[in-house]
């Protein structure tokens, strides 16, 4: 099982920060993704929401399950490619000081028939720039704000 597990505090208000975060267009900052959005058939934000994000080389769909506003937010990928046995990913904002202190774990495994453990090795390290990428381009963007 592979875990993910980055944080960063972010010099802004804890709703501006959940906000920002639970945009899907904001998921493009990672370097490799193209664009991100609701799919056309989610029902908006919140609980239940569906998400697609589109990558040089991947995709995936995720369904938010949890959603606590501004406290956290759990999603799952329900399909994707490369293919992901994903247990779910959150993201979890504490106030802190005058900033918001982010959390955001994830555990997956790629199937074998996927690349496995050769995948595991590679996705681990793109998808853990990525998300360093998406909460630095969320401080940048809200921090500069002020």
Avoid: Q
Wanted: hydrophobic share 40%.
């Amino acid at each position: 099982m592979v875990e993910i597990h980055v944080e960063r505090t972010i010099a802004a208000p804890i709703d501006e920060v959940f906000d920002w975060l639970a945009d899907p267009p904001n998921l493009a900052a990672a370097p490799l993704a193209l664009k991100a959005n609701y799919a056309k058939d989610s029902p908006g934000h919140g609980a239940g929401a569906v998400r697609e994000v589109v990558c040089a080389g991947a995709w995936f769909r995720e369904k938010i399950t949890a959603y606590d506003r501004p406290r956290s937010y759990t999603y799952l990928i329900v399909r994707s490619f490369p293919p992901f046995d994903h247990d779910g990913g959150t993201l979890t904002l504490t106030a802190s000081g005058d900033g918001t202190h982010v959390d955001w774990l994830t555990h997956y495994t790629h199937p074998a028939r996927a690349g496995g453990k050769l995948l595991e090795a590679v996705s681990y390290r793109l998808l853990r720039s990525s998300f360093r990428a998406i909460l630095d381009a969320c401080a940048t963007a809200l921090e500069n704000k002020r």
